[in-house]
């Protein structure tokens, strides 16, 4: 091995995941899941929209390409003013993407494929179609239904201005003003949201008993697990304080507040009482990420996504840091994740000079053969690093961002919301292209209307039903590198090591002799010998591993 160029042999650093890790389940540690943007995955009833028909007539694909699992945004019976993320009825599955029947359905077909099913719940807030809010409406000022909610009184001589300076997430001032019903114009209630998404008040017993009976609903009807939204906000400091002056990093009075560990702590209870290894995912994303630990000690979630990964850009210096970071506050519990439903494509985000996220006004142009090239080597990295993976429908294709949807197409709220100052997140959710030959690229039967947003022609050379048959194709990347994964004894254990390598490559070994080496400097480097090549993010020539190419090898025995 001493003949090794840059002695790859030699390990310059260990990593040791803490040990609550091991004691989780074993399949949410390892797992790879595939998250389902429903309305974008596929169109059974040809109305333009995604359904979960749909998605279980696609149910052999998913498992072909060789994950464990799947994650679905919510399906619940909603006015979609934030694509479903505004509840108004969480018992039952909005006429839009089918039925209750056909959700049982889905779960059952997910699992007669080896599939578990994790399904979206949205605690923070509801549709102001919910009945609660609607009843809270009707009640006024002062009474028990308003208490499930965050009504206040305004400030200002006629109460005329918000009760704080809170901003909502996607712009705007965080509260509305409602009319009372006796015509006057009266209190305020909160939304860190759309107004179309009222907050629920998780101080008030009758919210938690809710969640708590939703949660058992599905759990009954057989789901695995649940990826909770804006995990960390349900709980609010009560006194409501100004954020005006607050340092940049101090705590927000509407996340991480102590009153949620008690919540959560509960829910690992009810969980766990079930039969199954189920979990709890939370979407949380807080900064460092040591300030997720508190939650994933093994009473309260299972799992919460490594966001600080996702915001890393292509770097080999910083993606190094974000990995020994993670390793060393949290171990291996925070899924790695690179794309989801609410941030740019990293295809694209790697194709340009900056990270260049949704909410950016102007993110720049971005060099998509770049991209692909980095989403190529960035996938092998992302796999082979201890922990579980969540994969974002579309990126096994290659797709890109869409960043020329017509202004009059735009669904997602932050449009509106910012006064048309950011586009929002609409270009990483255009339907998917199934077939490269027909309307909408086959998302939806042929006489289907037009899918609810416009693909790109381009897209035709992406659909999933050309790319088996071309051996570097993304698709068949993806597929190779998860049968890998999955068959291979290399990712059983936690055991990771760093290994020299020149400035620009990342190099680490797993166990029993595999190694993943990745290139983000501007110059090809020597490849490691000897060794068994397992697979290449693109072909590789004179023992050279070019820029944004990443390779899996196993150490030749003897
Ligand atoms: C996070 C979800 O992922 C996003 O799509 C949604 O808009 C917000 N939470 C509000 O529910």
Redesign the pocket.
């Known amino acids: 091995m001493a003949d090794e160029p840059h002695g790859l042999a030699s390990v310059t650093s260990e990593v040791t995941a803490p040990s609550q890790a091991a004691a989780e389940p074993a399949w949410h540690h390892r797992a790879a899941v595939y998250q389902i943007y429903v309305r974008s995955f596929a169109d059974s009833n040809g109305d333009g929209v995604g359904d979960l028909p749909g998605v279980a007539a696609r149910l052999p694909y998913v498992r072909d390409l060789g994950v464990d699992a799947i994650w679905l945004?919510p399906w619940y019976v909603s006015p979609m003013a934030?694509?479903g993320?505004?509840v108004a009825d969480y018992r039952d599955i909005d006429p839009l993407f089918g039925t209750l029947a056909d959700a049982e359905r889905l779960i059952r077909g997910a699992h007669g494929h080896g599939l578990k099913i994790i399904i979206?719940i949205?605690p923070?807030?509801c549709s102001s179609q919910h009945r609660w809010f609607k009843a809270a409406l009707a009640a006024g000022p002062g009474t028990a239904e308003r208490g499930r909610f965050w009504f206040r009184a305004g400030r200002g001589p006629s109460g005329e201005l918000p009760p704080n300076d809170w901003r909502s997430?996607?712009g705007g001032p965080a509260w509305t003003r409602v009319t009372e019903p006796d015509g006057t114009a009266g209190e305020w209630y909160l939304h860190?949201?759309?107004p179309e998404?009222p907050d629920l008040n998780w101080d008030n017993p009758d919210v938690r008993a809710e969640f708590e009976d939703i949660l058992r609903f599905w759990l009954d009807r057989g789901v695995d697990g649940f990826r909770i939204?804006?995990a960390d906000c349900l709980v609010k400091d009560p006194a409501l304080p100004d954020v005006a002056g607050l340092l940049a990093d101090a705590r927000r009075p509407w996340e991480d507040q102590p009153g949620l560990h008690d919540i959560y702590r509960s829910w690992r209870t009810l969980i766990d009482s079930y039969p199954g290894a189920r979990v709890f995912v939370g979407?949380i994303w807080l900064k460092p990420l040591s300030r997720l630990r508190p939650y994933l000690q093994g009473d309260q979630l299972h799992t919460a996504f490594n966001f600080d990964f996702l915001g890393t850009p292509w770097d080999a210096a910083r993606l190094r840091a974000v990995i020994d970071t993670t390793l060393a506050t949290i171990g291996a519990s925070a899924p790695w994740v690179l794309s989801?439903?609410?941030v740019t494509r990293h295809l694209t985000r790697y194709g340009r000079a900056t990270t260049g996220n949704v909410y950016q006004a102007d993110p720049g142009a971005a060099d998509l053969e770049l991209g692909a090239r980095r989403a190529r080597a960035a996938i092998m990295l992302t796999l082979a690093l201890p922990g579980s993976a969540y994969l974002y429908q579309g990126e096994e294709l290659g797709l890109w961002e869409v960043e020329d949807i017509p202004v009059d197409k735009i669904a997602d709220?932050i449009y509106e919301r910012t006064g048309h100052a950011v586009r929002g997140?609409d270009g990483c959710r255009v339907p998917l292209p199934w077939r490269a030959d027909g309307p909408g690229f086959g998302f939806g039967p042929p006489d289907a209307r037009p899918p609810w947003l416009p693909q790109p022609a381009a897209w035709r050379r992406l659909a999933a039903d050309i790319q088996p048959a071309d051996a570097s194709s993304m698709l068949n990347l993806y597929r190779s590198a998860l049968r890998i994964r999955r068959a291979s004894g290399y990712f059983a254990t936690d055991a990771f090591a760093w290994l020299d390598a020149p400035v620009g490559v990342l190099a680490f070994s797993r166990s029993d002799g595999f190694r993943c080496m990745v290139n983000l400097a501007a110059e090809p480097v020597q490849m490691p010998s000897p060794g068994e090549l397992l697979l290449a993010s693109r072909p590789l020539e004179d023992g050279l591993l070019p820029p944004d190419t990443a390779v899996w090898l196993r150490a030749s025995r003897g």
């Open positions: 945004t934030d694509g993320y505004d979206d949205v923070n807030h997430m996607f860190l949201y759309a998404q939204d804006v979407e989801n439903h609410d709220p997140r």
